[in-house]
């Protein structure tokens, strides 16, 4: 099993930054893929990032790109979700999410990822 913990959620002002880890414990993180969704109040979840394995691909919602980098360090087993520029539509609960082991292709649906974090909450205000 992979356990993934998130942190750096909080309350931020429109234009301002945050930057959310998920620390990721159990078996093999550096090879799967990785990804970050968020769930707006009263919305479905939606993709927000995703990196490869190795670090070098990764995709972006078009809501947030050009705002938003991820990236990975598999040393520290973490993956990371630096968000600038926040704007108020950013309010969610954001959930980091891992592909098995082995499969370190990038997706963008949450259905080919199979652990998920406990969410941390993100607040802009504008």
């Known amino acids: 099993q992979v356990q993934l913990d998130e942190s750096g959620g909080g309350l931020v002002q429109a234009g301002g930054s945050l930057r959310l880890s998920c620390a990721a414990s159990?078996?093999?993180?550096?090879?799967?893929?990785m990804g970050w969704f968020r769930q707006p109040p009263g919305k479905e979840r939606e993709f927000v990032a995703t990196?490869?394995?190795?670090?070098?691909?990764?995709r972006y919602a078009d809501s947030v790109k050009g705002r938003f980098t991820i990236s990975r360090d598999n040393a520290k087993s973490t993956v990371y979700l630096q968000m600038n520029t926040l704007k108020a539509e950013d309010t969610a609960v954001y959930y980091c999410?891992?592909?098995?082991?082995?499969?370190?292709?990038?997706?963008?649906?949450?259905?080919?990822?199979?652990?998920w974090g406990q969410g941390t909450q993100v607040t802009v205000s504008s």
């Open positions: 999410a891992t592909r098995r082991p082995l499969l370190g292709s990038i997706a963008t649906t949450h259905d080919a990822y199979d652990y």
């Open positions: 159990g078996r093999t993180f550096s090879r799967a893929a």
């Open positions: 990196i490869n394995w190795s670090g070098d691909i990764t």
